[in-house]
């Protein structure tokens, strides 16, 4: 079935450490995403990407790190300069350019830092 | 950067009940998503509906891009509606989608 895969769906790490989740899709999509999701609040932007080998800053983008090798994949670094990294991680993917088409997303990764 | 509101925050129906969910925003787009959260945190596609109206079952949804706002309603409301509504609109032209804070829906058997 097309669509987009995240994993892990839950994972707990100590502080210090670098957390890589990772987001495939299968849907032909150019342009892939990544949201932070915090309790009781809405989405909100860290990177995203157009094209393979591109990808633009959103608006909480401090202490994270992404790369776009290939068309299908998109993992995200959440690296320990980044203050607050408790939150649900939520990957995304559209056809076309950025912001015109149908926005779909994976099932989330939880993220815990103890 | 374009602003997003959506009322009511909460909203607590009895089942059967209908409801209507507002999204405002301050500029112009060219797109709008209307997404359902599950209790799972799953995001479950509703509707894309950048102008005029669509209806998918129960539910049904009205962009009126010129005065910039759109409508989600509900009819018959069961309890598997319950759970966090966003819209979405583009910041500007072709840029990531901007969500609304959403609008918690519990709905009570």
């Known amino acids: 079935d097309g669509g987009i895969t995240q994993s892990p769906k839950y994972l707990f790490r100590k502080e210090g450490q670098n957390v890589t989740l990772s987001c495939e899709q299968n849907l032909n999509h150019d342009a892939m995403y990544w949201y932070r999701q915090d309790p009781g609040q809405g989405l909100r932007l860290i990177y995203y990407?157009?094209?393979?080998?591109?990808?633009q800053k959103g608006d909480i983008a401090e202490g994270y790190s992404v790369s776009r090798e290939k068309k299908e994949s998109f993992p995200l670094t959440v690296t320990s300069a980044q203050k607050n990294p408790t939150a649900f991680y939520l990957c995304?993917?559209?056809?076309?350019?950025?912001?015109?088409?149908?926005?779909?997303f994976g099932e989330g990764s939880r993220l815990t830092v103890l | 950067g374009i602003q997003v509101e959506q009322s009511p925050p909460d909203l607590i129906l009895q089942e059967g009940a209908n409801s209507t969910l507002r999204c405002n925003f301050s500029d112009s787009v060219n797109n709008l998503q209307w997404f359902h959260q599950n209790p799972w945190g799953q995001l479950i596609n509703l509707f894309y509906?950048?102008?005029g109206t669509k209806q998918n079952g129960r539910l049904s949804a009205t962009t009126v891009a010129t005065e910039r706002y759109s409508l989600l309603y509900i009819s018959s409301s069961q309890t598997t509606d319950s759970g966090v509504y966003f819209c979405?609109?583009?910041?500007?032209?072709?840029?990531?989608?901007?969500f609304g804070k959403g609008t918690r829906l519990s709905v009570i058997a």
């Open positions: 979405a609109v583009p910041n500007s032209g072709n840029t990531p989608l901007v």
């Open positions: 990407s157009q094209i393979v080998n591109d990808f």
């Open positions: 509906i950048p102008s």
């Open positions: 995304a993917s559209s056809g076309g350019q950025a912001g015109t088409g149908e926005l779909f």
